[in-house]
């Protein structure tokens, strides 16, 4: 069963903590969660996801795990969890975004998507109604609605014209959804995303219209359409509007979000879930995130600097291996160097939610955000 419990909140600001309860397990927020977007996270054993890294959900996606392995495999194999070995929450997007991004052949209309595979050129459709479906194939246990992921920079007229094809999607979502169960003997919840790009009537619209549709299979909301080429400063200004008129009682979920930074001033927001697929990209390109700011692995300055990676990490990695040896193995093209990486990063990304999370129950989330971003974001 799902349920959200907020457990304590700042005097600052509106950064909270709560936990989040699945028939998989529960979900302590605020929660970053790693991409694993066709049935793994990049270079991660699911050992060390879970018992070095401490992940406690991660993320598949629809649109591409419909087009491979295939939602017969899937169906054959039980579900995503069965197929991956992962006995943890799992967090499907609905594919929406991928085929704003990677395909440049669509056409959305108000019965659904239809796209060409990025793999062959194959044409397939989305509707709201199979979109639940293959949802339910794949077993999730939050599963997000179809939308169309509107571009940061779209005029107002593109995206109240956009708001209005999501908001139509969403009411069939939502109805299919209602009118379905799951598959494999346990519960699963949808999310509405929240559109609206940068036009702070539009976030109200959307947020209005999806608690039209509340009930109990609304496990909680996401907020999409940010980070996608607008301003930071005006996803903050979203945020500031969407999430003071979002249930309390349910969790929010920031989508595609994103720097340390972006992290710290959502929480402060009332945001209490993330996932981005920076910590593991920036990983395998010798980009390593830590308290005291980033370094490129690549640079002539780590080659014989035979200190631990990273002193103060909380990954295994960072104390077996120093950062003279991982600019090697990036300088050699060794595929370990984006192994030892990525288990850095999605260790770190975790133990900043981790600590977040200490300073909101502690009630100094806000200056302790304020020292840690000025550290963070500085170029080491």
């Known amino acids: 069963m799902f349920k959200f419990v907020c457990t304590a909140q700042d005097p600052g600001c509106s950064a909270r903590a709560g936990v989040i309860s699945t028939d998989h397990g529960e979900i302590h927020t605020p929660i970053f969660m790693p991409v694993g977007t066709v049935g793994s996270v990049k270079g991660v054993y699911h050992r ?33 969890h069965r197929f991956e070995n992962w006995d943890r929450p799992i967090l499907t997007d609905s594919g929406g975004f991928q085929v704003f991004s990677l395909t440049p052949i669509r056409k959305l209309t108000p019965d659904g998507c239809t796209f060409a595979s990025h ?35 779209a005029d107002y007229r593109y995206a109240e014209k956009s708001l209005r094809l999501t908001q139509g999607w969403l009411e069939r979502f939502a109805l299919h959804f209602d009118r379905t169960e799951p598959l494999y003997g346990y519960g699963q919840v949808m999310f509405p995303i929240i559109q609206g790009c940068v036009y702070p009537d539009l976030r109200k619209q959307a947020v209005e219209h999806a608690l039209s549709l509340d009930n109990d299979n609304r496990g909680g909301y996401g907020i999409g359409g940010l980070a996608v080429g607008e301003p930071t400063e005006k996803m903050y200004e979203m945020l500031e509007v969407v999430c003071p008129i979002l249930p309390a009682g349910k969790p929010r979920y920031l989508m595609g979000v994103g720097t340390p930074a972006n992290l710290l001033e959502g929480i402060a927001r009332g945001v209490d879930m993330f996932d981005c697929v920076m910590p593991t990209r920036n990983a395998r390109n010798g980009m390593l995130f830590t308290w005291n700011g980033i370094m490129n692995m690549r640079n002539a300055k780590w080659e014989q600097d035979f200190s631990e990676l990273d002193p103060a990490g909380t990954s295994f990695v960072d104390h077996a291996y120093t950062k003279a040896y991982l600019r090697h193995l990036f300088i050699a093209g060794e595929m370990f160097a984006a192994m030892i990486a990525t288990e850095h990063n999605l260790a770190f990304y975790l133990d900043l939610v981790r600590q977040a999370r200490a300073h909101i129950e502690a009630g100094d989330f806000l200056p302790w955000k304020e020292e840690v971003i000025r550290k963070v974001t500085a170029r080491l």
């Not at 890294?53 to 795990?65: D, F, M, P, Q, W």
């Not at 199979?130 to 077993?139: A, H, K, L």
């Open 48 to 80: 060390d996801l879970k018992a070095d890294i401490g992940a406690e959900i991660i993320l598949g996606n629809t649109y591409h795990l419909y087009l491979r392995p295939g939602l017969d495999t899937l169906r054959k194999a039980g579900g995503l």
């Open 119 to 153: 793999i062959d050129g194959s044409r397939h459709t989305f509707t709201p109604e199979n979109n639940v479906e293959t949802q339910r194939v794949i077993g999730a246990d939050i599963v997000m609605a179809l939308d169309e992921c509107c571009p940061g920079d």
